[in-house]
């Protein structure tokens, strides 16, 4: 997907019988996700007019459509929906689209390569980035605060980095008596 479309829900399975869609939403305002329409796949091929028909937990019962029947609905589970950049707000100066932040670099603030972005993980608190380590298949969360990340870089791809202490693996050491 190019950096053109930006992923703001997902479609999690049928909801009932009658063809409605249980719909995931990752926007800020979750209702939001009806005014993006229409939304894509994550090819951009299949478009998708969403219509948000009531909450229910953990998301909304929405149609589309080209669904009619329970089993059309489940057939579309998983799919991603993204919206065009474009439709979305433009955000201040301290604030960025997880999409924007996976697969910066991320250097620590003497200049050592870390790793990279892999995800942008929100569990109720702050937002938490899961670090790829440089040369490594090891993963670590950092927490994405402006202590923690000083500089976000996008133009060059980057993040300044200054870890709290044990956030970050310690290399294995070995004694000689």
Same mark, same amino acid.
């Given at each position: 997907m190019s950096n053109e479309h930006?992923?703001?829900g997902v479609i999690s399975g049928a909801y009932g019988v009658q063809g409605e869609l249980r719909i995931?939403?990752?926007?800020?305002?979750?209702?939001?996700?009806?005014?993006?329409?229409p939304l894509t796949d994550a090819r951009g091929h299949e478009k998708f007019q969403l219509a948000i028909l009531r909450p229910i937990k953990n998301g909304f019962a929405a149609r589309? %459509?080209? @669904?009619?029947?329970?089993?059309?609905?489940?057939?579309?589970?998983?799919t991603q929906l993204f919206a065009?950049?474009?439709q979305l707000p433009s955000l201040p100066d301290?604030?960025?689209?997880h999409?924007?932040?996976?697969?910066?670099?991320v250097y620590d603030t003497g200049g050592v390569l870390l790793g990279r972005v892999k995800t942008v993980q929100n569990h109720g608190a702050d937002d938490l980035l899961e670090l790829q380590l440089s040369?490594?298949?090891t993963t670590t969360f950092l927490p994405f605060t402006k202590a923690a990340v %000083?500089? @976000?870089d996008l133009a060059s791809g980057r993040l300044v980095a200054d870890p709290p202490d044990g956030v970050m693996p310690t290399p294995k050491t070995a004694t000689r008596d």
């Open positions: 930006i992923c703001v995931k939403s990752f926007c800020a305002i979750p209702e939001d996700i009806e005014h993006y329409s589309l %459509p080209q @669904v009619s029947s329970k089993e059309d609905a489940d057939a579309l589970r998983g065009q950049r474009d301290d604030e960025f689209y999409a924007d932040l996976i697969g910066l670099q040369g490594s298949s %000083p500089t @976000v």
